[in-house]
């Protein structure tokens, strides 16, 4: 669940990359004559951030499907411990009221 929840804060931050850019625009026009060229490189590096971020929510989900899948497989093998020494418990009392 936490892991959702960061990737929601990621999500609205690559969303807010855009007016970022805008804004940057905004503020360089007004400054340099050289704004093309850096916001140009703004825009590319946002752009390469956001497909950055799919990667890895991507990845992230990947993760957490195989974490799940762990979670499964230990269950299971904690009941048949728990029936093992059941039955090893249950043989000794056996034994010890003979």
Do not use: P
């Amino acid at each position: 669940m936490a892991m959702m929840q960061l990737l929601q804060k990621l999500r609205s931050l690559a969303a807010g990359g855009a007016a970022a850019v805008e804004f940057c625009k905004h503020v360089l026009d007004s400054r340099t004559s050289h704004s093309d060229a850096r916001i140009d490189a703004l825009e590319e590096s946002m752009e390469l951030q956001a497909a950055l971020n799919e990667t890895v929510e991507v990845q992230i989900r990947i993760i957490q499907a195989l974490i799940e899948n762990v979670q499964k497989t230990l269950r299971i093998v904690m009941i048949g411990v728990i029936a093992t020494a059941t039955i090893a418990a249950l043989a000794l009392a056996v034994a010890i009221l003979k």
